[in-house]
Each structure stands twice: as C-alpha cells, then as structure tokens.
C-alpha cells in the first residue's frame, strides 16, 4: 500500500507544480485541440459541459494505450466491467452493474444505434475496436433523459470518423504480439476514405485481429474435476485464442447545403475455440478442465440511416437503426450433473441466442446562439430476443434413464430443450431546455417521458418431464409509463472554469420470469411473482471543470450520491433454480477525478482517480437470505479505489522524426463479489496493478513501436465463477485472469 501512496503523492506534487513548469518551460505545450463531444446532443467543448464526461480523442486513445473496453475501463474513472467471452464484457459504471439475463445498467452507443438488449451467459456487450475512431464518450451518471432506458450509470459513446469529400486519406495498422506462457498473436487494420465527388464521399474501416491463447485445456476426468490436483492430459494448447473480424462503412452525401444523408454499417464476429476461465484446482496458471472444446462464436450487424436537414437556424436530425446480433457458445456442464447425481457422465449446454433491434429518433435542436436554446425529440424502439439451452449428451441420456426409466421412448443425445422470447418496448418523448441568465450562470431542465412494455414466452421440452422443465410460460406482459427528469445549475467564473450542480433520474426496463419445475419445490416461487419491475436511481452531484488558460493543467471532478430503488437482482432459491427479483434499494457515494498536465510540447502526463461506496440499505428478508446479503453489505463488481497514471515523453530526433516512451499504471482496489446469484459472501477479489509500456518513433508517414502489455505479469483477477451449474462447489472455481505480459510491435501507416 505504501507505493499506491507514494505514486499518489508524486502524481499530486507534481500537479501542484504544474504552473511553476508552465512559467519555467520556454515552448508552449503541444496543442491537442479543444475537444468537441456531442454529450448534451449539440456540439460542445468538453470543458463547457456541465456534465462528468470522460472524452478520448484518436491521439488520446494512442497516447494512453486505449484499443478495446478493458484499456478504456482502466483509464477511466468510476468504469468497470466483467468478461464474459473473448470480445464481450458486461459494463457497470459508479456502483451500476448487470446481472446475467437483465437490461444493461450502462448504454452503450456506436454513434448513434443503442446496443440495448439483455446480456446472458456468454454473450454480453460486445467491445468495440477503437481503430479510426474520432473520439469515445463516457458520459458518468444517469442519462435517462437524453438517452432513455439502461443508462442508469451513464452511457458509453463510440464516435466514428467520417466520410470525408474533401479529399482521398488511408491509414493502417499491423501488429504482432507474443504472451508469456501462452502463443503468438496478430492484427492488421486498414481505413480507407474515398471521394466520390464534390459532396459524395465512402469512407471504409476494417481490423482483424487473432488473439494469442494462455490457457491449456485438459481432458476432464471424474478425478480432473473433484481433486484438489489434477493429472489429466493436456488435450489443447493455447486453447483460448480468438479470432476478431470487424468492418464499417459509411456513405455521406452533402444533397444540398443544408440536407446530408448518412448511410453506415458495422459487422463484427467473433469466433474463440473456449472460455477465458482457468480452474482454481489446476496446478500452475492458465489451465482449465473440459470433457471437450467449448467454441462460441457472435456475429453482429448494426446498420444506421442518418438524415441531417437544417431549417434555418434549427436542425432537424432523423436516426434509423437495425441491429442483428447472433450468438451461440457451448459449454462443459458434466460438473452440474455430478453435483445433481454424484456420476460421472459427460455433457454440454449449448445456448444459441438472436436479438433483433429497431430504433428511431427523431430530434430537433436549436441554434447554440441566444441566451435560450433547446432541444426536443421522440423515440421508439423495438427490440426481440431469443435465448435456448440444449442439454446434449448420450451417457447423461443414460444416467437419466436409470434413474428415473424406463422412458417412454428411446432417448437421444438430446434430453433438454428449452428457448425462451423476449420482447421489448419503448415509446418515449424528450425535450431540455438552457437558458442564460447572464454569461456566468445557466439553468438546464429536461425530461423524458416513456412507456416500457417487456413480454416474455417460454416452452421447454424434456426426456422425462418436470425433472428440469417447468411449464410452458403463456406470454406474460409487464408495461410502465414514468418520467425522467433532469435539473442542472451552470456557473462560469471564467472562462477557464465551470462548476455545476446536477440532479438527475435514470431507469432501466423490467421484465419476467419463467415458470419453474414444480418438482423442484422452490421456496420462493411465490415471493418473486411472475414479474419484476424497472428499477430507477436519482442522482444528486456536484461537479467542477478549471483549466489553465493555455490548457498546461486541467482539472476535472465530480462528487455525488446516488439512490437506487428497486434494484434487479438474480436471487437463487435453495430448490436450485434462480428468479429475476426488485431485491431491495442501494446507495452509492463517491467521487471523481481526472487531470492532465502538458507543461511543453514533450511531455504528456495524465492521472484519474475514482472512489465508490456501494452498499444496499434496504433487503426483503426471504430474498436476503437466500443471497446471502443483508443491509449494509457492499454491492458486487464495484472496486472501492481505483485510479491510473500515465505519461509520455517526446524528443524531436531530426526534422522528420520524434521518438517517444509512453508508461502507464493502473490500480483496481478489492472487489466484492457473487457467485451464481450469491450476492454477498463477504469474498473479495483482491486489488491488482498493470503497468503497460511503450518506446517508439514516428515520422510524417510512419510510427513505429514496441510494446509491453501487463509488463510485470500481475494476475489480476477479473472475474470468479463457481456454484452448482458451472463447477463442483468447495473443490474448484473458474477464474478470468488479466492476460499474462503480452510484449509486441505496432507500425501504423499515417494518412
């Protein structure tokens, strides 16, 4: 703990003496620019938003090393996430975070289509790579009135470049990479911008990336999974490696002076040979047990028509959106039957998944000019979403047979098929007004009101029927109409300044829940009800934005307390089914703090800092104790401390080239977490720390750099999973490592 404080102290004094550089220094600092984020859904400067928003610009994104969600989470504050699957995570923000099967806590946008659907057992957010991007947006608190359901802890925001008419730009990348104790990796990135007239331009982007593998998979045996060692044979090395593919078009067309048309697509796929887990019984790291693979794959397509069109000084903005998403991973549930009849007999679940969006939004927005300026808008959206699980394996089929046969009929491989739909729903207006009172003071009010309909069916079919099914669920309808409202005080001192004061409200969709076995006689059934309703928080902060007047220091923070009502959680019941459940309220205190020094064009150094106190104030007596947590426990997958540190030092080698060397640390404070709907055991993941590096050189056309990922190898532990379904509880636990010491070299061709 003494070099977290002394590192803390450095980066302190050296802030503080940021102004005694800036007088000393005879060059001026390197001028990144003002940069422009759309947060309030106008063009504003970043340091004019009364908002806490963390904004990365495509140098910033180099500079700090940011590429995919886990380097943008480390950079910045208050963000967390948890894997799920090569390229997907789950995303929580202050305190805010989703359990498997519910509405995200956190929005996710790519420009401006919403990744709204609900996450399950392998397919979660999917990460974006942020090659050719303009900017990422992580606008910190509720958004529910400018970006509706799931925004309860903010919204993330991927801003891509542009088709460009003005003139033919391509740059590219490649890579390749190599991790400790694991195999070699490789990507390449091309993006290319095509003028096709005078105000007709494509611009196209895309990356494929194969992720080096760590973890060796052994063939599982009875004694793999229920001893503490383990001497089964290696089946597979570097069973985890990934393959990434991605690409994104645009098409914008300037029609008249005042009408655009912007027609894009985003495709990604995924595909990984197995989980990211290891097992905790294993000797060694990065090893982990299965009767056979277990592949996933997601293939995901976003398509998007953007029409601009001005009306003097008003602009009236139209964004239709489609979103497929396709997933379907298999996974090694042999354990789960051991548990249930203490035999061996080897089996999988297969869980194929499909989500189909439909979003519209109509906005229209006024002129930044006046004292009085507004915005107001509709939005509909329309998602469908199917999940199955299929039980797949013949010497189960057997097990099951004698156990409770004869059955009726021969039985397959197949003895367990169960799918279940969803469909989502919701109708909203908004609209938020600023107004001036003078140059120093602004208020801004908004709100929005929606309506949620969520329905839910579900059949299931099995070899011997009640064991695993319950009874097929009719379609069960849950609505919601309410309001969002936001109050937001502006006051500028200066121009180098802003502080303000914000009160806000964010929601996040209800839903249902399926019909259970009777046979398993579930305590709760009753308690929980067929249906749970949306939880809401409000959000009360204060927040101050200084910056020097050549920008050599800036100076962002934020204080809040945030009261969540209602809170979704998995509860599992002792019958050893789980339920969707509004299981008690929370509140979150904390605060916020992000500063960047340039006291010359050399040198970069940068520092953020999050503090977050989550805990449940209230729990219902039966759902507390079937999830082991009670009043006053800490909420999961919310680190108390967590904060970073990064620099980069420049040197002019000729007139054609600098070199540079780029160091960056980051902290991630204990995490409580749960265990299959276990939310409070009093179990902490322990706090970790990674340090990346970077030296290199760039030219006019070229950079060229080596690298070094994780460079003293820490095992930080970003997720642990263990319980009745995905292993033998008391003998093992999957465990998702941060990636061993990765080292590698990038060369990046300049447009």
Not at 261 to 275: C, E, H, K, V
Not at 313 to 342: E, W
Request: proline share 6%.
């Amino acid at each position: 703990m003494s070099r977290h404080i002394h590192l803390i102290a450095l980066l302190t004094t050296t802030l503080l003496a940021a102004p005694a550089i800036a007088q000393e220094t005879d060059t001026a600092p390197r001028d990144e620019g003002d940069i422009i984020v759309t947060a309030q859904r106008r063009e504003s400067r970043l340091q004019d938003v009364p908002q806490a928003v963390s904004a990365f610009g495509g140098e910033a994104l180099g500079r700090l090393g940011i590429r995919d969600t886990e380097s943008l989470v480390r950079n910045t504050p208050s963000l967390t996430f948890t894997p799920v699957g090569p390229g997907e995570s789950n995303i929580g923000l202050r305190g805010l975070s989703t359990d498997l099967g519910l509405a995200p806590a956190v929005a996710v946008y790519i420009n401006d289509t919403p990744f709204d659907f609900r996450t399950d057992a392998y397919s979660g957010t999917p990460n974006i790579d942020l090659f050719d991007m303009q900017r990422v947006e992580v606008l910190r608190g509720p958004q529910g009135t400018l970006f509706g359901s799931s925004s309860t802890g903010g919204t993330i925001r991927y801003i891509t470049n542009q088709p460009d008419p003005s003139g033919f730009a391509a740059h590219g990348e490649a890579t390749v990479n190599s991790v400790k104790g694991g195999g070699e990796g490789y990507g390449a990135k091309a993006a290319v911008n095509l003028p096709l007239a005078t105000n007709l331009a494509l611009r196209v982007t895309g990356s494929y990336e194969k992720i080096a593998g760590y973890i060796d998979r052994y063939d599982a045996t009875l004694a793999g999974f229920t001893s503490p060692q383990s001497n089964d044979k290696v089946a597979e090395k570097n069973a985890n490696d990934a393959v990434i593919l991605a690409v994104r078009a645009a098409l914008r067309w300037e029609a008249a002076s005042d009408l655009t048309i912007t027609p894009s697509l985003f495709y990604q796929r995924i595909r990984a040979d197995n989980p990211i887990a290891t097992q905790s019984n294993l000797p060694g790291f990065g090893r982990a047990s299965a009767v056979g693979g277990e592949p996933s794959h997601t293939n995901l397509l976003v398509a998007n028509l953007t029409v601009e069109k001005e009306f003097g000084s008003l602009k009236l903005v139209s964004s239709s959106s489609y979103l497929n998403k396709k997933s379907d991973a298999a996974i090694d549930y042999t354990p789960l039957g051991y548990n249930i009849f203490g035999a061996f007999a080897p089996f999988e679940s297969r869980m194929p998944g499909t989500a189909d969006s439909y979003t519209q939004e109509l906005r229209l927005t006024s002129s930044n000019a006046g004292p009085f300026n507004w915005i107001a808008g509709v939005y509909f959206s329309h998602t469908d979403q199917s999940l199955g699980q299929i039980f797949d394996g013949q010497p189960f089929s057997d097990l099951l047979n004698a156990e409770f046969g004869p059955a009726p009929r021969p039985i397959g491989p197949i003895f367990y098929d169960y799918l279940q739909r969803t469909s989502e729903q919701q109708i909203a207006g908004f609209a938020e007004v600023n107004y001036k009172l003078s140059d120093q003071l602004e208020l801004i009010a908004g709100v929005r009101a929606y309506r949620l309909k969520n329905t839910l069916e579900a059949t299931c079919t099995e070899a011997f029927p009640g064991i695993l099914c319950g009874i097929d669920t009719p379609r069960i309808t849950a609505k919601k109409t309410s309001a969002s409202p936001r109050f937001t005080v502006n006051y500028r001192p200066s121009d180098n300044a802003t502080l303000y004061a914000t009160v806000s409200r964010g929601f996040r969709a209800g839903g249902a829940n399926a019909a259970i076995p009777p046979a398993l006689g579930c305590d709760l059934a009753s308690s929980v009800g067929p249906i749970f309703n949306p939880d809401s928080v409000w959000n009360y902060e204060l927040g101050a934005k200084i910056e020097t007047p050549n920008r050599v220091l800036t100076v962002n923070g934020a204080a809040y307390r945030i009261e969540q009502k209602g809170i979704q959680l998995t509860i599992p019941d002792p019958c050893g089914s789980t339920f969707f459940a509004n299981a008690g309220d929370a509140r979150i205190d904390g605060a916020e703090l992000e500063m960047n020094l340039r006291p010359s064009k050399h040198i970069t150094l940068s520092g953020q800092i999050s503090y977050t106190d989550a805990k449940f104030t209230s729990v219902p007596a039966d759902f507390g104790a079937a999830a082991g947590y009670a009043r006053g426990d800490a909420i999961p997958e919310t680190p108390r401390w967590k904060f970073a540190l990064s620099s980069e030092l420049r040197y002019p080698v000729n007139e054609g080239w600098e070199a540079y060397a780029r160091g960056s640390w980051q902290h991630v404070g204990k995490t409580p977490f749960g265990i299959d709907g276990v939310v409070s055991s009093g179990r902490f993941r322990p706090a970790y720390d990674i340090a990346n590096f970077d030296i290199g050189a760039e030219g006019s056309s070229v950079d060229i750099s080596l690298f070094v990922r994780n460079a003293f190898n820490k095992r930080g532990i970003l997720a642990i999973g263990s319980g009745a379904v995905s292993t033998i509880p008391g003998v093992f636990e999957n465990v998702t490592y941060v990636t061993p010491r990765t080292i590698g070299l990038t060369m990046r061709i300049k447009g």
